[in-house]
């Protein structure tokens, strides 16, 4: 499945944005896609998932209560809409996809096979 983000740009502190990510894939639905992102210097971590099975989403405590993450399976699309914005926010934002994420690894970056090209999101102070 090829996957395609976009929505990034640069933002004042405490502003927003919504990124999406377009899948190719008519099976979209069967796959658990998440969002990643990786500030400069830094390694590539986890910010939210939503796994179509059983409907359940996740997302990492440093955006819990900002970030939302939806998807639209017509649409082949997941969005990931960032509230209240962080300089600390600032980074490529890169969706992935897996149809085989089970929960207790939906976190990890190895289990998702499929990738985007990333977004910036760039969060001025």
């Known amino acids: 499945v090829q996957l395609q983000a976009s929505g990034g740009g640069l933002v004042q502190a405490g502003g927003s944005l919504r990124l999406s990510c377009v899948a190719s894939e008519n099976t979209f639905a069967r796959y658990t896609v998440a969002w990643f992102r990786q500030a400069p210097g830094k390694e590539r971590e986890f910010v939210s998932a939503y796994k179509f099975a059983g409907g359940y989403t996740d997302i990492a405590e440093s955006v819990k209560g900002r970030f939302t993450i939806s998807r639209d399976n017509a649409k082949k699309t997941v969005y990931l809409q960032m509230n209240s914005l962080r300089p600390e926010d600032t980074a490529v934002y890169f969706c992935?996809?897996?149809?085989?994420?089970?929960?207790?690894?939906?976190?990890?970056?190895?289990?998702?096979?499929?990738w985007g090209q990333g977004t910036q999101v760039t969060v001025s102070s």
């Open positions: 992935a996809a897996s149809s085989s994420v089970i929960r207790s690894n939906v976190a990890s970056r190895t289990a998702y096979g499929y």
